[in-house]
Nanobody, 125 residues
Framework: RVQLVESGGGSVQPGGSLRLSCIASEYTHTRACMGWFHKAPGKERGGVAF???????YYGDSAKSRFTISQDSAKNTVYLQMDSLKPDDSGIYYC???????????????????WGQGTPVTVSS
């Protein structure tokens, strides 16, 4: 069973930065698409950033120009660098993976097979 473990969440003031990490227990066939999702209080989980196995990326509107998704294949780790954080960025961030490129095409919760437990982020002054 593939396991994803997130870390790096915490509390930060508006305008600050955090880097989230997601370590996968397996690589290759399980990770054609990697994604980060955000669940704000009272809202549904939504896609933030996606990374195809060929290195191409996609960002949701709220993440463009502020967040960066990247990976270190040697460490089986995917990162989400979050800069210029806003209070609306608060919530739980989940890492997700799927062996199909289709998951990156649909970019929705139901398209991803593997999920981490989430890491909390609080942006507040």
């Amino acid at each position: 069973r593939v396991q994803l473990v997130e870390s790096g969440g915490g509390s930060v003031q508006p305008g600050g930065s955090l880097r989230l990490s997601c370590i996968a227990s397996e690589y290759t066939h399980t990770r054609a698409c990697m994604g980060w999702f955000h669940k704000a209080p009272g809202k549904e989980r939504g896609g933030v950033a996606f990374l195809y196995s060929d290195g191409s990326t996609y960002y949701g509107d709220s993440a463009k120009s502020r967040f960066t998704i990247s990976q270190d294949s040697a460490k089986n780790t995917v990162y989400l660098q979050m800069d210029s954080l806003k209070p609306d960025d608060s919530g739980i961030y989940y890492c997700a993976a799927d062996p199909s490129w289709a998951a990156c095409s649909y970019k929705d919760v139901g398209s991803f097979t593997y999920w981490g437990q989430g890491t909390p982020v609080t942006v507040s002054s």
